[in-house]
């Protein structure tokens, strides 16, 4: 009888062992909606300090009536000529799309595509995510106004990989100015080494993503509703567009623009405050300024743009003075500005995207 009972609780003990754990294979628990809101909302406050504080200790080292002064003796001329600049990257952006809707037999207007552009431009300032979070607006607004969900997606992929690509080359070319010029320090070799590691990730898991048409991302990555939204995105993907060389090359061509005219218009914030810097000095400083603020988690750059922009113009020959006024004007221009405009477009886009679910 006690060897009875025995083998029962032997018996008793295997199933118990064998029963599966209610635990094992439980999706890990993903940040909610509100938590991102939180975390978003916390990053841009403390950009915000960062970027205070900045442009207090700086005034600190100079004089501040003659910052003011410099401010107030800005060239209206070179101020106009900066604004055109920052406007062209909007048409540049609304052109790649343009280009790619007419390969795809789906043109629309370009004044509807450059209310997208702005969408875009400045949700990719707003929200760190690598340049997908404003593809994927213009995406939905694409999709709400009668392109294919398959074109529009491919759209995206189209402009994510020559978006990384430009970005590569201006980044690698700053890099290689830089080094000419004598300055290569070993922060800004590991900052290179950073940055195209952090490109070339982005771009293999946006073509791999693409590839399995979703299916690469992990499935317990799916509770989280923007991933899910992504891998929702990507599932009518068609990558055969990305054999078209000349279609590449001209989309190619067009972002290399936006950051051409980006240091531009830098370059005209320059000459506005009577600071005269050749162009591949300034090209550099707003390349090199622009990655700096990538790398950064905080939203737009806050802070860390404007540190190491003025810290480079001054560091190639201009003022205290001039090269905190230059950035300022310049981060009016193509943040500040934008950001009403931006915010309206971005909420009028979503509220016609829920009203369409």
């Not at 450059?114 to 690598?130: D, I, K, S």
């Not at 607006?137 to 402009?159: F, H, K, N």
């Not at 003025?310 to 221009?333: K, Y």
Request: some cysteine; charged content about 10%.
């Amino acid at each position: 009888m006690i060897k009875i009972d025995h083998m029962t609780q032997s018996a008793e003990g295997a199933e118990l062992s064998r029963a599966p754990d209610p635990d094992l294979g439980r999706a890990p628990a993903q940040p909610s909606e509100e938590t991102v809101t939180i975390v978003t909302v916390a990053g841009w406050i403390f950009g915000l300090f960062l970027l205070g504080g900045i442009v207090i200790f700086v005034l600190h080292l100079t004089d501040f009536q003659l910052f003011m002064a410099t401010i107030r003796a800005a060239n209206p001329i070179w101020l106009a000529a900066a604004v055109v600049c920052q406007i062209s990257t909007y048409f540049c952006a609304s052109l790649i799309w343009w280009c790619i809707l007419r390969h795809s037999g789906a043109p629309l207007k370009i004044l509807a595509l450059l209310r997208l552009a702005l969408v875009e431009l400045f949700a990719n300032q707003a929200l760190p995510t690598g340049g997908l979070s404003g593809s994927i607006m213009v995406v939905r607004g694409l999709s709400r106004r009668g392109v294919a969900a398959s074109t529009a997606t491919t759209a995206l992929l189209v402009t994510a990989l020559s978006y990384y690509s430009a970005y590569l080359i201006v980044g690698m070319l700053a890099f290689v100015l830089l080094w000419y010029m004598g300055d290569f320090s070993s922060a800004w070799v590991s900052m290179s080494v950073i940055f195209v590691v952090i490109i070339i990730v982005l771009a293999v898991a946006v073509v791999m993503i693409t590839r399995s048409h979703g299916r690469f991302i992990p499935g317990f990555a799916h509770a989280w509703k923007p991933v899910a939204r992504l891998a929702n995105v990507f599932a009518n993907v068609k990558t055969d567009i990305l054999h078209d060389i000349s279609l590449m090359f001209e989309v190619l061509a067009l972002q290399s623009a936006i950051f051409l005219l980006d240091a531009a218009t830098l370059w005209c914030a320059a000459m506005a405050v009577g600071m005269n810097l050749g162009l591949a000095q300034i090209f550099v400083s707003s390349v090199l300024s622009s990655i700096v603020a990538t790398l950064s988690p905080v939203p737009m750059g806050l802070g860390t743009f404007e540190a190491t922009c003025t810290g480079m113009l001054h560091f190639f020959g201009g003022s205290v003075e001039q090269s905190l006024a230059a950035t300022l004007i310049f981060r009016a221009l193509t943040l500040w500005l934008p950001m009403l405009p931006g915010v309206w477009l971005i909420r009028r886009e979503t509220k016609a995207h829920l009203a369409n679910q």
